[in-house]
């Protein structure tokens, strides 16, 4: 098995440098030239900057600003860090041994870097708080979701537990709000087919051989309200939501379905009433079973009119 290059940087904020491959192809003058064409989202003052404090590395070290272009080299450097909204809420540690790190994800957090959530994401929150610069997902949690997400420490076993998900030998389950239909039959199972598509921020339901599968479960009801499980045979993108949606009980501060709401990056009231609340397998490692349970609660459950603000 071929061996992954280290980068000759190290880690800042808990990330690794970025890697850009030199085209084998290439005519630029400079790997400055270069760069310029290739991230027109950087100013080109600022790789000069960056090129004259040796921010730009290849394997020999800093790079100089005239420096000659190199067919097929490589180079590495941090991106510039977006600026970001704190999330003002913890995570909480539900298991840690030497293989693996379980928590509990606030609503409002990403698990993975991605656009605008850099530092403000469950991984490198957790890179940093724990010092565990090898910490990655073995899966991922949608940003207004909370629950459990479970985070590989031992980066010997990181494809174990990762395959686990892939393969979907893992049983989720999760709790949800919602209005409470008493002509709604449950418990049910909702099969349909779900389509994503690329830079569109919803998903659909359509047409054609289902690809998506959830059993939903009447758990209590209190007036208008009610507590759903839901568990998701498939991993389809919001197919949580798309199935609450499509039986006319939306989720609680769904702000895709069944409309979208422009809600600001800072806005942290009236949560997604979502919750990753039990993962359940058989270890790939010891062979034993394993089940985490979840530490919170939704709140328009435990507590509606805090939930709903004020004024209500």
Known sequence: MRRRQQPPLGK????????????????????R?????????????????MLAEGAIVDLEG????????????????????PVETEVPFPITIVHRDEDLLVVDKPHFLSTIPRGRHIL??????????????????????????????????????????????????????????????????LPRTVRSRIVKERNVLRAFEVDGEPNAETRIELLEHRGESARY??????????????????????????DFYPEITDRPIDDFTRPLQLLAATLRFIDPISREPRTFHTTRTLQAWTDPEGWAGPGT
């Open 229 to 254: 499980r839901l568990i998701p045979h498939t991993g389809r993108t919001h197919q949580l939501r798309l199935h609450m949606n499509g039986l006319g009980i939306p989720i609680l501060g769904d």
């Open 120 to 185: 403000q994401t469950a991984l490198v929150r957790l890179r940093r708080e724990l010092d565990l610069p090898d910490l990655i997902p073995a899966h991922r949690l949608d940003r207004t979701t909370a629950g459990l997400v479970l985070f590989v420490v031992n980066p010997a076993r990181r494809g174990a537990y990762q395959t686990m998900f892939q393969k979907r030998r893992v049983q989720k389950e999760y709790e949800a709000i919602a209005r409470y239909d008493p002509d709604l039959e």
């Open 12 to 31: 800042r904020h808990g990330l690794d440098p970025a890697r850009l491959r030199l085209p084998e192809d290439g005519v630029w003058p400079t790997i």
């Open 62 to 81: 800093p790079i100089a600003p005239d420096a000659p272009y190199v067919p097929g080299g490589a180079i590495w450097f941090h991106r510039d860090l």
């Open 33 to 49: 030239d270069h760069l310029v064409e290739r991230l027109p989202r950087v100013p080109a003052e600022r790789i000069d900057q």
